[in-house]
């Protein structure tokens, strides 16, 4: 970059500054959320109640319509695929149930209730 005079007057050279900032930042957070983390084993779930990793079929109390949601950490979350975090409202609702419960949930539309029907254990 020195090809394009004065770095401190190249818009290029601190561009890519920011970026490496940026990088650093970011292998910093991912090396504390995998220093902080731990492994569960699926093998030593009950499937009793709902944890994380667990999957968990609902049916809406008002609507009888069913949805599958996996409780996963935050990292694996798409809830296109049915994948929800553990820190999300309605895994929040439903971790530590069990198979006939009830939750509630607050949602952008309002609060919903769902019964919960079975609970599976995920695949590792």
């Known amino acids: ?6 770095l401190s007057e190249n818009a290029e050279y601190h561009a890519a500054r920011d970026r ?9 957070e991912l090396e504390d959320v995998i220093s902080r983390s731990e492994v569960i084993d699926p093998t030593k779930l009950s499937g009793e109640t709902v944890t994380f990793g667990t999957s968990v079929m609902v049916a809406d109390e008002e609507t009888d319509q069913e949805s599958e949601y ?9 809830l296109s695929r049915g994948l929800i975090s553990t820190s999300s409202p309605i895994a929040k609702a439903l971790i530590g149930k ?27």
């Open 1 to 6: 970059m020195r090809e394009h005079g004065d």
């Open 20 to 28: 490496q900032s940026f990088i650093e930042g970011r292998v910093a």
């Open 98 to 124: 069990r198979v006939g419960d009830s939750v509630e949930v607050r949602t952008p539309g309002g609060i919903k209730s769902y019964e919960i029907e079975k609970i599976k254990v995920l695949k590792a």
């Open 70 to 78: 996996a409780i996963v950490g935050p990292y694996e979350a798409d």
